[in-house]
């Protein structure tokens, strides 16, 4: 069994930068990939970013590629999200999300991850 804690929303300026960060605990030995979706009001889960327990493999979705920055950091067992230029498209809850399988063809489907955070909000406006 794998708990997934997220921390650090709040609200934000456009252009601003916020980060946010997914602990791990419990089981996760099985868990090969650890990223992030969002949940923005009246539209369809979509994924943010992923990124491979060796930290070798990182996936971005389009929308956010070049602005958004995922890692680990195992010594802290967290896989964090650096958001900068953020805009109000950005607006939604965000979820970390850990996986036992990574592919190349499906990582960016919420249906594939096995465990979920509880989800933090982020609000960026002026």
């Known amino acids: 069994q794998v708990q997934l804690a997220e921390s650090g929303g709040g609200l934000v300026q456009p252009g601003g930068s916020l980060r946010l960060s997914c602990a791990a605990s419990?089981?996760?030995?099985?868990?090969?990939?650890t990223g992030w979706f969002r949940q923005a009001p009246g539209k369809e889960r979509e994924f943010v970013a992923v990124?491979?327990?060796?930290?070798?493999?990182?996936y971005y979705s389009p929308s956010v590629k070049g602005r958004f920055t995922i890692s680990r950091d195992n010594a802290k067992s967290t896989v964090d999200l650096q958001m900068n230029s953020l805009n109000a498209e950005d607006t939604a809850v965000y979820y970390c999300?850990?996986?036992?399988?990574?592919?190349?063809?499906?990582?960016?489907?919420?249906?594939?991850?096995?465990?979920w955070g509880q989800g933090t909000q982020v609000t960026v406006s002026s």
């Open positions: 999300a850990a996986t036992v399988y990574l592919s190349g063809s499906n990582y960016y489907l919420d249906t594939k991850y096995d465990y």
């Open positions: 419990g089981s996760t030995s099985n868990v090969i990939g």
């Open positions: 990124v491979s327990t060796n930290g070798l493999i990182i």
